[in-house]
């Protein structure tokens, strides 16, 4: 292992995924466990320019695997987009003798560190943290698994309503670019059509799929929507035209919003964190930088950060064909 790394810095940035705290506990007691002095850089980017830091021993960490959110806060940072908001961070950084820096976050976060990484030659790792599931290079990131178990509990409470009444519901769930959460929850949560940005299903298609569930003698329908979908500008829109088009529908519209991105993290999300934290700071001991962690068939990998952001997931067709199945 190298010697050159005495001080490791990290961030949480963007949007908050449940599964975030127990990654930062883990990469600092991975610090701990090598003798290592690990910084929590508060508020993201801002924080590393403002040298908002603080050091985090083992014990700082007590009690947090369990909560959702990040303790160290997050923050967008538009003047870290600027050459000279960089350069402040660099000054920050370097001023408190931090070696290497761990970067919790989604595709925004990790174009930031890449930028760094290039103008400074300073050693990064990233761990995707964010409920999307959309980063390259792993199967699944932190906050993803979380995010699908509330959104179900939500959609069956939402069930109970719409068979109470016989309404047709569309539920928004979280996906501007993709539709990883809203077609697992739309299996999972037994939907009878699933609107994704990867799939335009078009309005007949939709229209005549609501038909064909009236005629088979369902009273009440889910329709899961991601808030990328194209088919209409927003769900608000496709439900207007639904109850112009089939009047026989009582239509309502839940917006999900950012209850999906709270609550405690499941276990499944708290141990890929801890996997993913120690092999952080582990791969950056053995010299590693300007990758991402990632769990690949449940194996901890590296994936170069340029790809991990340039390269779209893509979604799983096999699972879009069982929701065509499911929906008959």
């Not at 600027?82 to 970067?103: F, S």
């Not at 990883?180 to 799929?209: T, Y």
């Not at 950060?305 to 997931?313: Q, R």
């Amino acid at each position: 292992m190298s010697v050159n790394i005495k001080k490791i810095g990290i961030i949480t940035s963007g949007g908050d995924a449940p599964g975030m705290n127990a990654a930062i506990r883990s990469v600092v007691r991975s610090c701990a466990f090598h003798n290592i002095d690990c910084i929590g850089i508060y508020r993201g980017y801002e924080g590393m320019i403002e040298g908002d830091f603080k050091k985090l021993s083992a014990r700082s960490v007590n009690n947090i695997i369990n909560k959702g959110g990040t303790f160290l806060k997050s923050a967008r940072s538009e003047e870290f987009r600027t050459k000279e908001g960089r350069q402040k961070a660099y000054a920050q950084i370097t001023k408190e003798n931090i070696d290497a820096l761990v970067l919790i976050g989604g595709d925004g976060t990790f174009t930031g560190g890449m930028l760094f990484n290039e103008e400074f030659n300073f050693p990064i790792i990233g761990i995707p943290g964010t409920i999307d599931n959309d980063i390259f290079g792993t199967n699944y990131t932190i906050g993803y698994d979380t995010a699908l178990n509330t959104i179900v509990e939500v959609i069956d409470k939402i069930r109970d309503t719409a068979s109470s009444h016989k309404r047709l519901f569309f539920i928004e769930v979280m996906g501007r670019d993709a539709g990883h959460i809203a077609l697992n929850v739309g299996v999972g949560a037994g939907a009878e059509e699933i609107l994704i940005p990867e799939e335009d299903l078009g309005l007949e298609r939709l229209l005549e799929s609501l038909r064909r569930s009236k005629k088979s003698g369902k009273s009440s329908s889910i329709v899961v929507v991601a808030e990328g979908d194209k088919i209409g500008k927003n769900v608000f829109e496709l439900r207007d035209y639904v109850e112009e088009h089939l009047p026989e529908y009582e239509v309502r519209v839940s917006v999900l919003g950012h209850l999906q991105r709270g609550g405690s993290p499941s276990c499944f999300d708290r141990v890929l964190a801890s996997r993913m934290g120690v092999k952080a700071v582990e791969s950056l001991l053995d010299g590693k930088t300007n990758f991402m962690v990632g769990s690949i068939n449940n194996k901890m990998v590296l994936t170069l950060l340029k790809e991990a952001v340039k390269t779209h997931s893509k979604i799983n067709k096999e699972l879009l064909r069982v929701s065509d199945i499911m929906g008959t």
